[in-house]
């Protein structure tokens, strides 16, 4: 069964520096999001993504933030200068077409702001 | 925007009960209600859903039930064993918007 899949699964960086986290979406869907959770806390919406730009985004989401498609299978989300409430999990999920099909997650990135 | 509460936060049964766990949604154009179970470090796994033009929605020893009248739906887990230990969320959404989740239930099933 096809699966979202992420990488790096764990990323530790300093205080200030950017990471660029990556999600490998299902081969046949066309919607891509990304959600934050921090440890022991609920899924947070940060953006959604669809026809090759941004179609919502959270307060979450500010100018720190920023996702791309750089080519047919990879979507990565960008953080410039990182803060230590960065750290949290990220997931990428994707949906076929058709808004109201079901999200699948990936494994997540834990990032470690230290 | 949609929130979405979510009870109880914690939930203790033996081997062989029966489990409910409760979500209310703000939002009335909500469409569509899916369950999440999550296990320690790993991601949410979708274990089941219903949309707005169900009331009901049934799969083995897990159910759901919505009631759109009252904003609210529930997640049945019948027979509970101790492998249906984990943390589960409920979310909401409105066609074409994102998932926005509950704050989850930490289910613990003793034998």
Redesign the interface.
Known sequence: EPEVTQTPSHQVTQMGQEVILRCVPISNHLYF?W?RQILG?????LV?FYNNEI??K?EIFDDQFSVERPDGSNFTLKIRSTKLEDSAMY?CASSGQG??Y???????TRLTVT | GENVEQHPSTLSVQEGDSAVIKCTYSDSASNYFPWYKQELGKRPQLIIDIRSNVGEKKDQRIAVTLNKTAKHFSLHITETQPEDSAVYFCAARRAGTALIFGKGTTLSVSS
């Not at chain 1, 079901?102 to 997540?108: A, D, H, I, K, S």
């Open positions: 999001y959600y806390q609920k899924v947070e919406f959604s179609s919502e959270s997931f808004r109201s079901e999200q699948y997650f990936g494994p997540g």
